[in-house]
T-cell receptor, first 109, second 118 residues
Framework: DAKTTQPPSMDCAEGRAANLPCNHS???????VYWYRQIHSQGPQYIIH???NNETNEMASLIITEDRKSSTLILPHATLRDTAVYYC??????????FGTGTRLQVFP | GAVVSQHPSRVICKSGTSVKIECRSL??????MFWYRQFPKQSLMLMAT?????????EQGVEKDKFLINHASLTLSTLTVTSAHPEDSSFYIC??????????????FGNGTRLTVT
């Protein structure tokens, strides 16, 4: 599975959009991009995943570049409850989901 | 939908005793469940893959005789930490994939079990 690179931390003001980047320059054609988040002392929560096209659900939007070498998770209106560690994971299937170090997002009032 | 429940959420045990952690998929069936461990300020580490009706597959460096996994039904997997020691104190998390969702369907995670060995 392709390796991903994420900034270790980011800040975002409450109510503003949080844009979390992820680089996955070695992604192969059949690998998906998955995003999870982990709020302190809880299990990870699935957010969204995609292959080529941009995706949107009730939680977030996922923007994948045309060359698929990077992606951005967008939380359109961040709230304090969105403070968490966000993980970008690239893989072909969801067996052996391997977590990197993720991005610690701090939403401030 | 797709709720995964873990029990207990917290457990304290004495060194040398064994502890069993349950992972249940409440509203779906899962042939495969995964067990992770997370130490403070670190990321999740995959320990093993639990397969219904067959032996678990352990990741390199994980002792299968110490971390016993049983997946007796399509909705229940258990992890037993045998002869626990203080260094086994950690946050244990399970996950499951909806049986009918295909290999691309996302995993759903339980809320974890915090084990403290005194």
């Amino acid at each position: 599975d392709a390796k991903t690179t994420q900034p270790p931390s980011m800040d975002c003001a409450e109510g503003r959009a949080a844009n979390l980047p992820c680089n996955h320059s070695t992604i192969s054609g059949n690998e998906y991009v998955y995003w999870y988040r982990q709020i302190h002392s809880q299990g990870p929560q699935y957010i969204i995943h995609g292959l080529k096209n941009n995706e949107t659900n009730e939680m977030a939007s996922l923007i994948i570049t045309e060359d698929r070498k990077s992606s951005t998770l967008i939380l359109p209106h961040a709230t304090l409850r969105d403070t968490a560690v966000y993980y970008c994971i690239v893989l072909y299937n969801t067996d052996k989901l391997i977590f990197g170090t993720g991005t610690r997002l701090q939403v401030f009032p | 939908g797709a709720v995964v429940s873990q029990h207990p959420s917290r457990v304290i045990c004495k060194s040398g005793t064994s502890v069993k952690i349950e992972c249940r998929s409440l509203d779906f069936q899962a042939t495969t469940m995964f067990w992770y461990r997370q130490f403070p300020k670190q990321s999740l580490m995959l320990m093993a893959t639990s397969n219904e009706g067959s032996k678990a597959t352990y990741e390199q460096g994980v002792e299968k005789d110490k971390f016993l996994i049983n997946h007796a039904s399509l909705t229940l997997s258990t992890l037993t930490v045998t002869s626990a020691h203080p260094e086994d104190s950690s946050f244990y998390i399970c996950s499951a994939r909806y049986l009918g969702g295909g290999e691309k369907s996302p995993l759903h995670f339980g809320n974890g079990t915090r084990l403290t060995v005194t």
